[in-house]
């Protein structure tokens, strides 16, 4: 079974700098898909970002970028000039690709705040 | 933020009562999921429903009972309930085919609370 790591309960960060949420995971598949939701306090959570495993490149979205080591099982998320609006609890996930798979297995969650 | 809709959004119930939670989508989708948030925890998938079909049930226990009557709407209904159950109940959906393209929607959940 696949099981997603997240070391870090709590981040914190300075508006306008960077910051980069940690995320590991384990699968003896070779091709998957990898996300990052967002959930911001009491608000719905959305897709931040995703990640195929057959794309060397790396993701990204706006100020919102991963670095994806597939040997390392590593999928980080950087957020670049962060705002207070990025505020959130982060979430990575891992999802099949095999036909039907529709699970969605979470890490345990990065609770962001943004200082100004 | 309207295209997954959830009621209530905070519920608190006794261990005896019975109540359901709602979920609706807006989008089209054809399948929808249960999840449960907890503290500290990882969000556990719950239930799946493809086409109106429960297509998984990832072990919950029969306090928790699932309904679909369309493609748009999704049930819970609870009986019995424990303090530990007192979660986060999130619903989402996605369309059934697969892809990358089938990302799930999420609702905003209702927070329960079993006294």
């Known amino acids: 079974a696949q099981t997603v790591t997240q070391s870090q309960p709590e981040m914190s960060v300075q508006e306008a700098e960077t910051v980069t949420l940690s995320c590991t995971y384990d699968t003896s598949e070779s091709d998957y898909y990898l996300f990052w939701y967002k959930q911001p306090p009491s608000r719905q959570m959305i897709l931040v970002i995703r990640q195929e495993a057959y794309k060397q490149q790396n993701a990204t979205e706006n100020r919102f970028s991963v670095n994806f080591q597939k040997a390392a099982k590593s999928f980080s998320l950087k957020i670049s000039d962060s705002q207070l609006g990025d505020a959130a609890m982060y979430f990575c996930a891992y999802r099949s690709v095999i036909q039907g798979a529709q699970k969605l297995v979470f890490g345990q969650g990065t609770r962001l705040t943004i200082n100004p | 933020e309207t295209g997954v809709t959830q009621t209530p959004r905070h519920l608190v119930m006794g261990m005896t009562n019975k109540k359901s939670l709602k979920c609706e989508q807006h989008l089209g989708h054809n399948a929808m999921y249960w999840y449960k948030q907890s503290a500290k925890k990882p969000l556990e998938l719950m239930f799946v429903y493809n086409f109106k079909e429960q297509t998984e049930n990832n072990s919950v226990p029969s306090r928790f009972s699932p309904e679909c009557p369309n493609s748009s709407h999704l049930f819970l209904h609870l009986h019995t309930l424990q303090p530990e159950d007192s979660a986060l109940y999130l619903c989402?959906?996605?369309?059934?085919?697969?892809?990358?393209?089938?990302?799930?929607?999420f609702g905003p959940g209702t927070r329960l609370t079993v006294t």
């Open positions: 989402a959906s996605s369309q059934r085919s697969g892809g990358p393209q089938m990302e799930q929607y």
